[in-house]
Each structure stands twice: as C-alpha cells, then as structure tokens.
T-cell receptor, first 113, second 112 residues
C-alpha cells in the first residue's frame, strides 16, 4: 500500500538549534517526494522536491532534504532554526504521471526563543 | 499573477444547507484538486480533475460534488451539509501529473 509516515506529531527546538523532521514512505514506483510548509492560517508552500539525480536537495528558507532509497526516507533538515520556522510541515509522495499525492499527517514545529 | 484563489475564506452553514466553494487559478494548469484538512489527519483528497470537463473521485468523495466547466475554475459543492464536513478546504493545481502542486489559502467551513 502507498503511504507516507511522519512519526513526530510535534517537535520543539530552541532557536539556533538544528532540526531534522522525519518522513518515511511506501510507494510502488519511482517516487517523487515533496516537503511543504504551512504557516498558521495559510495554505501550503513548497519547500523542496526530489524527482531524480542528486539525493541531497536544497530548498527555500535554508532547508534541505536527503533521499535515501534503501531506507525509504526523505528527511528534512535545517542547520539553524529561526523563530519564523514555527509551522506545520508536510511530506508528500507522488510519481511520474501520478495524478495524486499522498500526504503525511504533518509535524508541527515549535521554536523556543 | 494571483496563483490559486479560493472563495469564500470563511463560511458557517446549518446542517442541511448547501453551498459551493470556488477555486480559480491563473496559471493555465491542467490538474486541479480539492482537499480537506482535519487535525491529525493531514490533507485528504476529495475530488480532482485532469482537465477541463473532467472530474474524478479522491479518497473522501462522499457528500461532495465537483465541476470543471472552465479550465481555470474548479467548484466544490456540498448539497446537504453535515457537521462532519466542518473542516478547512484547500484547492490546488499543477501543470504536470505528479509535479509540484500550488495551493490556495483555504476556506474554513463550519457546519452547525
């Protein structure tokens, strides 16, 4: 079955600390992987995406993610978190020619000053 | 270039009332989607469209209908609203299947 798992519902980090948000997927074909961010009361904004090639992808706002096929993971990282990064983060998987995404249930990030 | 817009932003309905949510995109995208977002459940696909005049069921289609008469618009209808349809509704569009989806700002619907 196709699925996306974000094991951490809530994460709290101090400003300036590093961040890693986990995402594991199950997908029968070549996956296209995405991370979106949702600020309170807003829609979703794309942070980064992976289709093929270099397994370390850079995104906006200083985020990066690494695709590890052997672990079926696509974890999101940031070296130093800013207070404005407090939001909810969603991992999603699709595929070439696939009309639909599968979303994870999200990880809510809280940043302590 | 407004991207994806949704109308209205907020709405309160009584059980049994009907309403239509409007989604419009100005990017000439082929694919459009309606999702609902509920706490702890992420985004669930209601219906989607792969082009003008087409619609298809998603993960949670019951109680909703959709139409895509024009390429730029995707309408979501609730014929007889129920409290279980209280949610935040998001519209999205994409140019290519499987590619990046662009999201609207959402509609917060409360059914009393």
């Amino acid at each position: 079955a196709q699925s996306v798992t974000q094991p951490d519902i809530h994460i709290t980090v101090s400003e300036g600390a590093s961040l890693e948000l986990r995402c594991n997927y199950s997908y029968g074909a070549t996956p296209y992987l995405f991370w979106y961010v949702q600020s309170p009361g807003q829609g979703l904004q794309l942070l980064l995406k992976y289709f093929s090639g270099d397994t370390l992808v850079q995104g906006i706002k200083g985020f990066e993610a690494e695709f590890k096929r052997s672990q079926s993971s696509f974890n999101l990282r940031k070296p130093s978190v800013h207070w404005s990064d407090a939001a909810e983060y969603f991992c999603a998987v699709g595929g070439p020619g696939a009309y639909k995404y599968i979303f994870g249930t999200g990880t809510r990030l809280k940043v302590l000053a | 270039n407004a991207g994806v817009t949704q109308t209205p932003k907020f709405r309160v309905l009584k059980t049994g009332q009907s309403m239509t949510l409007l989604c419009a995109q100005d990017m000439n995208h082929e694919y459009m989607y309606w999702y609902r977002q509920d706490p702890g459940m992420g985004l669930r696909l209601i219906h989607y469209s792969v082009g003008e005049g087409t619609t298809a069921k998603g993960e949670v289609p019951d109680g909703y209908n959709v139409s895509r008469l024009k390429k730029q618009n995707f309408l979501l209808g609730l014929e007889s609203a129920a409290p279980s349809q209280t949610s935040v509704y998001f519209c999205a569009s994409s140019q290519l299947a499987g590619n990046e989806q662009f999201f609207g700002p959402g509609t917060r619907l409360t059914v009393l």
